[in-house]
Every structure is written in C-alpha cells, then in structure tokens.
C-alpha cells in the first residue's frame, strides 16, 4: 500500500474525509468492544474446571511432608509445589518458595520489604537513602512502574527492543549506586512481545553494579506461555552464578495464566542464600500460605508436562486472536507508514507503536467508536511516554469475531491520526 | 490444698524428692505432646469439607456483581463477601474489605504501609519519625510483636487484666505522639482469654492521643469463638464514630479458626474514608485477591447464622480439651500458691502465672518430659517477660487424653519449680 507520507495534501485531504465517513458509520453501530485488559477468556478458564474437586478424601489433603494442608505449616509452600514450580522457573525446589494468588504482590512485598529492611548485603534500608533509582524497560507493565511510584522509587526508562533493554544504556547507568535494580519481563515481554537475547541476560548477569545490593526483579510472567513459538531464554539464575552475583535476581511467577488468574499459585525464586533471608522476613508477615490451593494445583498439573499439555490448549485458544489483530495489522496498515508493531511469539500483548503524538488521538477516536484500548502513557513510567506513540492491544479477552471488528475500527483510527497529523505538519 | 508457702523447708525437700521421682516415671515413658500451638484439631478441620465441591458448575463461579471468580476483578472482595464479613465484624459492607488468607498479613501490610507512607490524616509517612512506639497489653500474641520488631516499631508493655488493658497506663502513654497505635485482641485475648470491657472500649475510642493518625489495631480473631459463653463486646467502629473518632481503629478477622486456618479468608474494617484510603493503596500492591475461595465461602457458610451454627460445632470440640486443662490445673494446683491461672470463655488458649522466675524452669521441665509449650516470653514484646511467670497453653490440637497426660506433666513441672525457687530463697 502507498505511505500517507508520498500523498499530496489534496490526496490526504480526500482520504480523511472517506475516513471520517467509515468512522461516522462504526459510531451509528454504537459498538462496545474491550481490548483493554490481558485477562483470558471464559473458554481459556475452563479447561482448569476439573482441578476445582481434585480433592476429595481426608487423606487427600496430606501433603508429601506429611503436613495436612488444611492446617497452618509450611511458611515456604509444600514440598511438591516447590518441586513442581522450581521445574517451571528452572531452578532447584531450594531456590523456590510458593506464596499466594499473585506473582505481582510478591513482587510489590519484595520491594517493600528492601524499602522497610534492605535486601540481603544492604547496608541499610533502601528508604534511608535520600534517591532509590530503578532501571524500566520501555514500553513496560504498567503494574511494575506503579509498585516503585507508589514506594517512592525513581523510574528511569531505558529503550526495550526485541532482544532485551539497551544494555548500554543499563550498563552505564548501574555504575551510580542509587540505581538499584531493574524491572524485566524476559519472555513475550509485556507488551512488546520480544525476548531477551542470549546476550542481554549474560550481560545482565555479569555486569559491574555499584550497587552491591542490585537486585534484576525477572517476572517471568509467560515462562511457557507461547502462542506460536516456543522461544528459549537462558535462565537468569544460572547466568548470574556463573558470573558470581548469585544473589542478583528474582525470579517471579504464577499459575495465573495457567489455571485462574487471581486464584492460582505465585512463586519467587532465588538463590538459597537469598530465598534462606527472604524466608525469615516472610516470618514476620505471615504463618503459611494457602496450602489447599497448592496442593489443589499440583495434583492437577502434576509435571511440566502437565503444564505443557494445558499451555498447549491456552496457545491454541489464544492463536485466531492474535492471527486476527495481526492479520488487520498487516492488510489495513502495511506500507501506509502510519505505525508499525510486533509480531509476539506468545504472552498477552501486541504492541503498536503509532507516529509521534498519534498513540492519545487513536486511543480517542477508538472510545468514540465503543472500543477500550489499555490508556495510552501506561506503557511508561510516570504513564509518560514522550513520544505519545506506543498503544497496548490485548487481544485475549474478546472473541476473535470482536476482535476483528475492533480491530477495523483500530486501523481505521490509526489512519485518521496519521492522516491528521500529516496534514497539520 | 495447703499452700507450699506454708512447707516447712523439711517438708519442701521431701515434697521436691516426691515430685522428682514422678517426674522421672514420666521422663521414662518417652511421651511426645504438643500444646505449643493454637491450631484446630483435624476433628475440626472435618466440619468445613463440604465446602470444598460447593462450587460445581460454571454459573456457580459467578459473584453477585457479575465478576467470574476465575478471573481478575473486585480488588476489594466480591459482594457477597464483604456483606457476610461486615456482618461478621459487626459493621457495613461498605466498611469491609476482603482480601486473602491470613488476617496477620493485612495487619503487616497495614503497618508496613504506615511505615513507609502513613496512614489517613499522617503528616508523613511513620518511618520518617525518629522514633515510632506502640502498645502492647501483656500478655499479648507474639506474632503480632514479631511484625512490630521487624519493623523497628518500639514496642510499650501494658498490663492486661481480665478487663482489657490497664487503660490509665494507656492514656497516659498515648500522649506522647511517638505513640502511634496499640494492639488490641478484645474478645477471648490471645492469650489471656478475657473480654474488653465495655469501660475499656470506650475509653480506646474517646482517649485523647496526641497522634492523630492514632490506630487501634483490633484484631477481632474470635469475634464469635466461644466455647463456654459467648461475652459481648462493644464494637470498637461504633464507639470510635460516637467519640467523633471514627478513622481511629482498624478491624482484622478471618475464617481462619472456622474453616481452614491459612486457607480461609481474611478481611479488613474500617471507616468508609479508611477503605477508600486504603483501596487507593492496595492497588499498588495487587489486582485482586482469591474471589473463587472467598465465593466458597459464602456459599458454604451462608449468613452469621451459618457461621454460628459451625461455631457451636468448634466450641463442643474444644469444650473437652479445655475442661481437661482446667481441670487439671483445679485439681492439682488450687490452693497450692504454684501460680494461678485465667478460665477463657472462648478463644484458643490458657494463660498461666506462674511464680516470679518459675515460667521458663516449667518450661524446661516439660520439654524434659516430652511435652512441648510455647516458649516462654512469647506473651511479651522481644521475648522479655521481666517476671518469667507467663506461660500460653494451647490445648485445641492434641486429643483430650493427651492433654490430660500433658497437663499431669505441666502441673508437676509447675510444683517442682515453685518448691525448688522456695527451697532457694
């Protein structure tokens, strides 16, 4: 298709008005279409349906411990989720300790916890330092920048690309002290969709921190969670040992994208030295997680392959939905240079990367016509993306029919911001 | 009996002589009892089991705001469960939120918040005091002194007697402004077992504290868990509003002594201006807590008439276990001068006090025998009980006939320890 940029302004003006005319036409449909939140669909919960009476007899609520589930013990999770959750992150059951319903409140109490208490080699409490500084990988999770804006935290945003942050541009900034960690999503990151390279996890592992107490928060939200490829990323602990920061990062998962979201299991990982200092704060917060919901998961998924088998089912439910936001991608916006956007190999997201000053008009034009985008801005710290460029498609939710007809509607839009904003240069 | 108080020294010796050479029959049995712990028994854990199919069908997983429990949404419970737990706690749906599996982790929550950005109505946030001191009636639950100190919260012992704490000592103290809260377990306190008076509550909710971001943590943990008598207690929301007061106190409880300790569901209260504050800062820290255990539930338990009607099932589980410890205590101790001890009408523990210096001897002295108590100083913030006379008993777990073998090595322990400190002075 011809680039909106080799159109006269005669052409461009033409253009806007058939555009405006479609547009005029999907508002008098008076649609109300929701590509807003990366949550699955009813016929993704289904398939963990048979795990909700997996437990029956009395008997069946003993733990491999010995520990009845039903019952206070086990402050770091049963025996058998450690070992089946370890699997999933690719670490021993020693380095593994499973908590609640949410990897992202693991994540915030960790980071609470080194504001209040310092983490393990800390001098102090990272709240006594007069700037805590943190490395956010742009375009990012919204819920990672409000954790470290709600504790204060400065975000610095540094470019994602396919392959991972710019290390440079992380490697240069780890040489000041008050930087003290980084947030990563290494596989599918959410929302651009790319994986880390080989390189950037080694270079993350290995590089020289003034911080002693750096720590990589690794929310390895979509470890097995392709949709058409399974994509392998080297695992951060390892790396880390190798390069001799065994104590450098944190692993975080959960089951919810696997079973229930917001009522499967999260786990943390880290080194043993970590995850023995971390079990002694956890001390202080609570007496023991919900057991019955482990064990619950365990008996269900049983293995990784297990989790295989119903990851196999999310990729395949999950496929026509992302075919159909990027097949409208590519029919209606190839070559018309009215953004670009990429390609996941799995996870939750697509992200669409407008022209400058397009991402808050599209997002407009896209309510106007009754379809919700995730808000434009929340893919940055600070909800600031300077650029006003990067949207956040999740196409999860909805049917793939709905989404096609949202996704008319998204193309349309993005069409008529380019072409607006051509015609005001 | 006759008091030891009375013994000729010829008469303690020989009195120690015979106690010993019991005592050492027992240690020859090699028995191995617990009454360490203030956890249900599995004969109660039984009464819950129903609720672990209630949920069949997918209509079944639908709250009564639409939400699919399955999935993410109502941050702050679902309806269903904020009205059965307001009910619960004595106060308004809208004054509720329900949240995870442990009452004791959103009371460090709550107080890590505080910590590091206060609480409504606080100039700054508590960690930027110099110093921040709370109250803490003693005896009192050890795990709530364990957050306090792991926070760096300096912790000031009050005396509990049978009718709340020694609130003149309380006003006094709450005019200095360091003193920024007190623990409160008003029903069947942990582990004392007595009942807040009335007196006591409204002078909590009126008492002029020079901290006005003041906080009553209430931790109602057996609002409803008689076992001889259900005592009422003023509602502490009640009189804070009556006093003009009415964002002073916070309010925990949890099902976690009626159905599943650590896989029940815990809750929170408070003032409608403390909810909306405190929903503001729950969003940093999660999405949404477990809706599909909450709605279980409410399903199971139905209304306050159906937590009462489990609640009576509990008491006459416990009544046994607690009629063979005070027994025992009556039988082998009254009159004796070898401490004295509190009858609960409800909770989960008996306080005994044991003469000056005898607490941690009784210990040692049981534990040699083969029965197992809570650590003595546990009833005191760091683990100081300057007179070591407390000691907790925690007779829920064991079977009656256990506990009565138990209590016979507890009393001897308790005589052998108060003769030999009278053969000493």
């Given at each position: 298709m011809k680039s909106y940029r080799e159109f006269s302004k005669a052409e461009l003006e033409n253009e806007l008005n058939e555009l405006n005319k479609k547009y005029k036409e999907y508002q008098d449909i008076g649609l109300a279409l929701n590509m807003s939140r990366g949550k699955p669909n009813v016929n993704q919960l289904v398939f963990s349906m048979p795990m909700m009476d997996i437990l029956k007899e009395d008997d069946d609520y003993i733990a491999a411990d010995g520990v009845d589930v039903r019952n206070y013990g086990d402050l770091i999770g049963i025996p058998e989720a450690r070992k089946l959750f370890a699997d999933f992150l690719g670490i021993k059951p020693e380095e593994t300790i499973v908590l609640g319903n949410a990897s992202l409140n693991i994540m915030y109490d960790c980071m609470a916890r080194a504001m209040l208490k310092g983490v393990l080699?800390?001098?102090?409490?990272?709240?006594?330092?007069?700037k805590v500084k943190w490395i956010c990988p742009v375009p990012g999770y919204d819920r990672h920048f409000t954790i470290c804006e709600f504790l204060g935290i400065e975000m610095i945003p540094v470019k994602l690309s396919d392959y991972g942050p710019d290390m440079d541009a992380v490697e240069e900034l780890v040489k000041?002290?008050?930087?003290k960690g980084i947030w990563c999503?290494?596989?599918?990151?959410?929302?651009?969709g790319g994986c880390y390279s080989d390189e950037a996890v080694k270079r993350l592992a290995s590089m020289k921190c003034a911080a002693k107490d750096f720590r990589i928060?690794?929310?390895?939200?979509?470890?097995?969670?392709?949709?058409y490829k399974d994509v392998p990323v080297l695992n951060i602990l390892d790396e880390c040992k190798k390069a001799g920061n065994p104590n450098r990062c944190y692993l975080f998962g959960s089951t919810s994208k696997i079973t229930?979201?917001?009522?499967g299991v999260a786990f943390f990982g880290a080194s043993e030295e970590n995850i023995e200092f971390t079990k002694k704060q956890l001390n202080a917060q609570t007496i023991s997680c919900d057991k019955i919901n482990m064990l619950r998961h365990v008996r269900f998924l049983k293995d990784m392959d297990g989790i295989k088998a119903i990851m196999d089912k999310h990729a395949e439910a999950l496929r026509p939905k992302f075919d159909a936001v990027l097949n409208a991608l590519d029919t209606e916006?190839?070559?018309?240079?009215a953004g670009t956007w990429v390609k996941p190999e799995g996870g939750y997201f697509v992200t669409f990367i407008g022209n400058k000053n397009t991402a808050k008009r599209i997002y407009e034009l896209c309510k106007g016509a009754g379809v919700t985008l995730t808000?434009?801005?929340?893919?940055h710290p600070y909800h600031?993306?300077?650029?006003d460029a990067f949207l956040r498609l999740a196409p999860?939710?909805?049917s793939p029919e709905e989404l096609s007809k949202a996704m008319e509607i998204f193309t349309l839009s993005a069409k008529i911001a380019t072409v607006e904003n051509l015609l005001k240069a």
């Open positions: 080699g800390s001098d102090k409490p990272w709240s006594k330092y007069d000041n002290e008050s930087v999503v290494p596989k599918y990151t959410n929302p651009y928060f690794w929310d390895n939200a979509y470890a097995h969670h392709y949709i229930f979201p917001g009522a916006l190839s070559g018309r240079d808000e434009p801005g929340c893919t600031n993306d300077p650029d999860s939710f909805p």
